[in-house]
């Protein structure tokens, strides 16, 4: 399995995807308001998706294409944001490696043959990106056919330390003793896998280019564990190689979480955009990150408040940029499941009407 790009082309964009405010802000183009889409926007918040999740496990849902696709629809149609992101999850690839994932109710993904050693590392399955993960594939041409012609759709992949550290750790983890042990213990093992995660991320994503994605978004969630030596020794190499070989002209949304000190670092590795999370102010990031897009960064329980908080913490940030081009607004992290639809509408209209008071 190469780390080849799968096309050669990305797809032809028309006019009215190529002027949304969502690809300008991505270039850094200027527009006449800030555009603003939100993680998790098509998830268990609304009332509609946990109606379909009590007919479907999310695996299931994850490989009913045409469901899929019409919750993705959905939440664009019903909260007014200015992008999509395609329903599925950033697991989705560990399942093909044959590691045994599983979806446990109310307890979150779960590894049952974790990676910890050499031996584990060989055990994995080689697989086709493009055909076992078709249904990714059929839920964004669907999803794509179904969106306004000025709605871009983002696809995604998890970035190869998360998906690393859910390998070793078979689940979610605190302090992930698992994952350092192997990084510090057996680094010719870390870097194996390292590089077979980043092969196929690559894979992954420029396929979703090629079924009609306008930009990917690489999430790391769990990067910010890491002090800045280490990501500088045993990732940083990794996300520079998957992102370089994504198809050029394509925006890349770069979005890590936990760790401020990591930005300039993550900005090297690459990336159109850098997603910024809460625990910095956003004027200050984006001082770290001359020469590309920045996305973020409300704290996501600030929409669990009412709308005169969800105002003023909105218009703090936006202050901040000062209308700078290349600034999308987003949460700092998913939307969460006890969030009010009203509050999320309510920020969206917020955020467009900003530039216009």
């Known amino acids: ?120 590392l060989q055990g994995l399955r080689d697989f086709d990106v493009a055909e076992d993960l078709s249904y990714v594939m059929r839920s964004i041409k669907i999803a794509r056919a179904a969106l306004k012609p000025n709605i871009p759709l983002i696809g995604f992949a998890g970035a190869p330390f998360t998906l690393a550290s859910y390998l070793i750790e ?45 930009a990917v978004q690489l999430f790391d969630s769990w990067v910010g564990c890491l002090g800045q030596d280490d990501y500088e020794s045993f990732v940083l190499p990794h996300v520079r190689r998957t992102i370089s070989g994504i198809e050029s002209g394509v925006p890349v949304i770069h979005f890590g979480t936990g760790n401020p000190a990591l930005l300039p670092l993550q900005k090297e590795a690459g990336g159109t955009v850098i997603g910024v999370d809460w625990r910095v102010e956003l004027d200050r990031a984006w001082e770290q990150l001359p020469g590309v897009a920045v996305q973020g960064n409300l704290d996501p329980i600030t929409l669990l408040s009412d709308p005169a908080t969800i105002e003023k913490r909105s218009r703090e940030i936006l202050r901040k940029v000062q209308g700078k081009s290349g600034h999308i607004f987003n949460l700092g992290h998913g939307i969460l499941p006890p969030t009010p639809v009203d509050n999320v509408k309510r920020l969206v209209d917020f955020v467009h009407r900003w530039r216009q008071s």
């Not at 998830?43 to 109606?51: I, L, V």
């Not at 690839?93 to 993904?109: F, R």
């Open 1 to 120: 399995m190469g780390n080849e790009k799968t096309i050669s082309t990305p797809p032809v964009i028309d006019k009215a995807l190529y002027d949304s405010i969502f690809l300008k802000a991505c270039r850094r183009e200027p527009t006449d308001t800030t555009p603003i889409w939100l993680m998790r926007q098509a998830g268990r918040f609304m009332p509609e998706y946990r109606a379909i999740r009590e007919k479907l496990s999310f695996l299931e849902l994850c490989k009913n294409s045409e469901t899929a696709a019409e919750v993705t629809v959905f939440a664009v149609e019903t909260l007014g944001v200015d992008a999509a992101i395609i329903f599925a999850d950033i697991l989705l690839p560990l399942e093909s490696m044959g590691v045994g994932l599983e979806y446990a109710k109310g307890d979150g993904p779960v590894i049952h043959r974790p990676v910890r050693c050499a031996a584990d």
């Open 170 to 214: 078979g689940g979610s983890s605190r302090h992930f003793e698992n994952t350092k042990k192997l990084m510090y213990g057996d680094p010719k093992t870390w870097h194996a896998l390292m590089e077979k995660l980043t092969q196929v991320t690559t894979q992954y994503l420029n396929a979703q280019i090629a079924a009609g994605a306008q």
